[in-house]
């Protein structure tokens, strides 16, 4: 197979799983609370299929309660699947079936399994979910690199256009030949710092990518997965001796990623939740004859079981190892938004590898802080968020190349962060001998001011005032719904942080015409809008392992869809599926079937007459 050969990408200018358990689907009946009625998977254990036997699995019991909807024509499911069993149930999935005309949205949407690799070096698959691909990967970093490479193969040529080559172009102001020169310095600078596990699965996507025909090598995987490094450092900006960036800079444009977690007496069950958005400036590439690679690879979640570690979910793109944010089974979710500081440089660690390390090997905060205080464990300033469900604890890691601050918040079980240092001395509970990171904070955008502007705290405190309104917003509406705060008012929250009717519909301009592309014959007109807009958002919830997500499109009005993704359900724990339905007819007589599965075989039912 050659790459495919389309594209219309959103650029970052910054940002069956493993062996699968052989099993049958044997059930018992048993009765429910509530108003549904219940029936278990088997709960011995044991598998049926093709001779293999006491495979551990998981058992799904299934309880169904319904309520009215906001409309006459709509009811609302609430579908609790619990895990009954001894391991873990992966990827749970809720369908809910009728033989009347009932539409099912909320926590459902159709599941179809697009490839499959099976080979020497593990299992994978992609799927397709409610406008997400989900590629499932497991083993080692190698082979989880491989099984990438394979089955995204086809995607990395345009993607890496879309992203490499656009940003190549703006660091060369408009030579492709300066900015790659630029890029391959950062790459041979970073590469040092980078952990090798991370080295092994991008010679894995590489050479994965290679059984299907597509041309970029090690050293072109490595480029993408600096691309968030690049863009927020803007090295063409500052182009001082060595890669060190130590000289306070102006930017145009910046990243304006924000996100909160609230718990306990916050929110309207205790539960912990956690939500984010990334937002960067869109650009597009017209080449490759159409947006098949936008409409198939624009949401893309990378769902591991790997050997070493716990299983993970991270937004990514095709040939990437992880953005900005990313779940685990532990019960830790992370989130990054960048905060430019004169403290940065290209001899660290990568912001992509951050935050997969923390989704993939973080059990606690703790975890955490130990890998970010590590030597050359970060290369540039960001706000480093880290939720701990278990522990009930969500903190704020202000990070430079050479500075760390855990910020606490100064809201009762809630934190927020946006692109702005707050660790200030005595200012919002932080201690009084803690490290002022402010002072290394550098402006960018409409904030517009120096370091001089702020060398006092009442300085700060006014510029905050000013300028700080996605951060001021959600402490604003945080603070109106203390105790009430749920999913549903996090997702409007991060469609409302900039203001109603921000978001208007992007207007592309060309700023690059007959381009030349990486690695093709091809050329294509490269275009921008000068309008920042939501390359996804996420509603993490780690107590339940699972995520609301939805990722951006050209159009910044109309988001994707959220899609409700469940990492797995532990031993012991459940999962609740919020269903949304709306029918034509009369409600009276119908009835609906509701199935939970796992990616092990394993299912649970229940009907429920209405």
């Known amino acids: 197979m050659s790459c495919i050969k389309s594209l219309n990408v959103f650029v970052v200018l910054l940002s069956c799983l493993g062996v699968i358990y052989a099993c049958g689907e044997s059930e018992s009946t048993s009765g429910a609370d509530g108003d549904g009625d219940s029936i278990e998977s088997d709960g011995d254990g044991d598998s049926e299929t093709d001779g293999v036997e006491d495979v551990p699995l998981p058992v799904l019991s299934v309880n169904v309660e319904s309520s009215s909807g906001d409309a006459d024509d709509e009811k609302r499911f609430s579908v609790t699947v619990r895990n009954e069993g001894d391991v873990p149930a992966y990827n749970v999935r809720v369908t809910p079936e009728s033989e009347a005309a009932i539409a099912f949205g909320g926590a459902f949407s159709e599941s179809t399994i697009l490839d499959t690799y099976d080979g020497e070096q593990g299992r994978a698959w992609l799927e397709k979910r409610g406008g997400l691909l989900f590629v499932h990967i497991s083993g080692d970093h190698y082979q989880m690199g491989f099984q990438h490479g394979v089955l995204l193969g086809e995607a990395l040529l345009p993607v890496f256009n879309g992203l490499v080559t656009t940003t190549a172009m703006e660091l060369g102001f408009g030579s492709l030949e300066t900015g790659l020169g630029w890029l391959e310095e950062m790459k041979e600078a970073m590469e040092p710092y980078t952990p090798a ?207 760390l601050a855990l910020r606490e918040g100064n809201l009762d079980d809630a934190v927020i962060a946006a692109n702005h240092f707050r660790a200030w001395p005595g200012f919002e509970g932080y201690p009084d001998d803690g490290h002022n990171m402010v002072l290394g904070q550098f402006a960018f955008g409409s904030w517009g001011y120096k370091t001089a502007d702020i060398e006092t705290r009442e300085d700060w405190e006014a510029i905050l005032e000013e300028k700080a309104t996605r951060y001021n917003f959600y402490a604003s509406v945080i603070g109106e719904n203390d105790g009430n705060i749920d999913t549903e008012l996090a997702k409007e929250w991060l469609s409302r942080n900039r203001g109603d009717g921000h978001y208007a519909a992007a207007e592309w301009s060309e700023i690059f015409s007959d381009a030349a592309l990486y690695k093709t014959e091809e050329r294509g007109d490269i275009h921008s809008t000068g309008e920042l807009g939501p390359s996804h958002r996420s509603v993490m919830l780690p107590a339940r392992r699972s995520a609301w997500i939805s990722w951006g499109l050209e159009d910044l009005e109309n988001l994707g869809p959220w899609v409700f993704v469940n990492l797995e359900i532990p031993p012991g724990g459940e999962v609740v599926f919020e269903i949304t339905a709306t029918s034509d007819a009369a409600w009276s007589g119908s009835s609906v079937h509701f199935v939970a599965d796992c990616d092990q075989g394993v299912s649970g039912q229940a009907d429920l007459s209405l």
Request: charged residues 20%.
């Open 197 to 403: 596990k991370y080295i092994e699965e991008m010679h894995g996507i590489a050479d994965g990518a290679a059984t299907v025909g597509c041309p970029l090598d090690f050293d072109d995987i490595f480029m993408l997965n600096l691309i968030i490094d690049a863009g927020l450092v803007l090295y063409k900006l500052a182009p001082v001796t060595g890669m060190d960036v130590t000289v306070p800079y102006d930017l145009e444009y910046g990243p304006d990623c924000s996100g909160f977690t609230v718990w306990g007496g916050s929110t309207q069950d205790g539960e912990m939740i956690s939500a984010a958005i990334q937002e960067y400036k869109p650009y597009r590439i017209d080449a490759f004859g159409g947006t098949e690679v936008t409409a198939l690879y624009r949401g893309l979640l990378l769902v591991g079981r790997p050997t070493e570690g716990y299983n993970f979910l991270v937004p990514t793109v095709p040939g990437m190892v992880g953005i900005a944010q990313g779940l685990n089974a532990a019960g830790i979710s992370t989130s990054s938004k960048g905060s430019n500081s004169i403290h940065a440089t290209m001899c660290g660690c990568a912001i992509s590898f951050e935050s997969r390390e923390i989704a993939q090997y973080a059990g606690n905060i703790d975890d955490a802080i130990d890998f970010l205080a590590g030597p050359h464990a970060r290369a540039r300033g960001h706000n480093r968020q880290v939720d701990d469900s278990a522990a009930g604890r969500s903190v704020v890691l202000e990070v430079s190349a050479s500075e």
